[in-house]
């Protein structure tokens, strides 16, 4: 079992959607919980950081964490074609190799 | 946040040789990380670079393969070995950013015939 799963997608939805994006993990001493968003043909760009357990908003972004679970969600509000791309799910413990899911493919469509 | 570039922006390269890819971050950073993203697979860490010391490599990663550099606190390399059609994949630079945090570069893409 690898230690973070996510779902590759691609998930379609029109735009204006709410968009729920999930990952789950298997390693209890997760602590630090990341999503970065990468457009094709470029690097990862870090959306949201969270820390342990709760919620965090940026914008039309809200970042969960439910460390009793080992799950955690990233929701888009109003989604844009500008939001296409892939978000990869990222964790780590307290050292500072990060942890990746395999990504979830999202296209907005007009 | 920092701003990382790399090069180069991608490469095809022949089997047996090796490539050295660069990595520049405009602000001192203590760690620096490559990683590799191979299609369908998730980013891979291959070794953490410190400046001032030996890189310290993840498990399946060797040096005589990805020998790295860290000559000062912006800059970085990763050279890729003895290339096989294997290595083909897009390989990443990071640096840690303020907290707890990573950002990365572009990548480099890189097609091993």
């Known amino acids: 079992q690898k230690e973070v799963e996510q779902d590759p997608g691609p998930l379609s939805v029109p735009e204006g959607a709410i968009v729920s994006l999930n990952c789950t993990y298997s390693?209890?001493?997760?602590?630090?919980f990341m999503w970065y968003r990468q457009y094709s043909r470029k690097g990862p760009e870090l959306l949201m950081y969270?820390?342990?357990?709760g919620n965090k908003e940026d914008g039309r972004f809200t970042a969960q964490v439910d460390k009793s679970s080992k799950y955690i969600s990233l929701f888009i509000r109003d989604s844009q074609p500008s939001d296409s791309a892939t978000y990869l799910c990222?964790?780590?413990?307290?050292?500072?190799?990060?942890?990746f899911g395999k990504g979830t493919s999202l296209l907005v469509t007009p | 946040s920092a701003v990382i570039s790399q090069k180069p922006s991608r490469d095809i390269c022949q089997r047996g040789t090796s490539l050295t890819i660069q990595c520049q971050v405009d602000?001192?950073?203590?760690?620096m990380f490559w990683y590799r993203q191979q299609p369908g697979q998730s980013l891979t860490l291959i070794a953490t670079?410190?400046?001032?010391?030996?890189?310290?490599?993840e498990s399946g990663f060797v040096i005589d393969k990805f020998p790295i550099s860290r000559p000062n606190l912006t800059f970085s390399t990763l050279t890729v070995s003895n290339m096989s059609p294997e290595d083909s994949s897009i390989y990443l630079c990071?640096?840690?950013?303020?907290?707890?945090?990573?950002?990365f570069g572009p990548g480099t893409r890189l097609l091993v015939l």
């Open positions: 670079a410190n400046q001032g010391s030996e890189a310290t490599y």
């Open positions: 990071s640096a840690e950013g303020g907290g707890e945090t990573q950002y």
């Open positions: 990222a964790m780590r413990n307290s050292g500072y190799a990060l942890n």
């Open positions: 969270t820390y342990s357990s």
């Open positions: 390693n209890s001493a997760f602590q630090y």
């Open positions: 602000s001192q950073v203590t760690m």
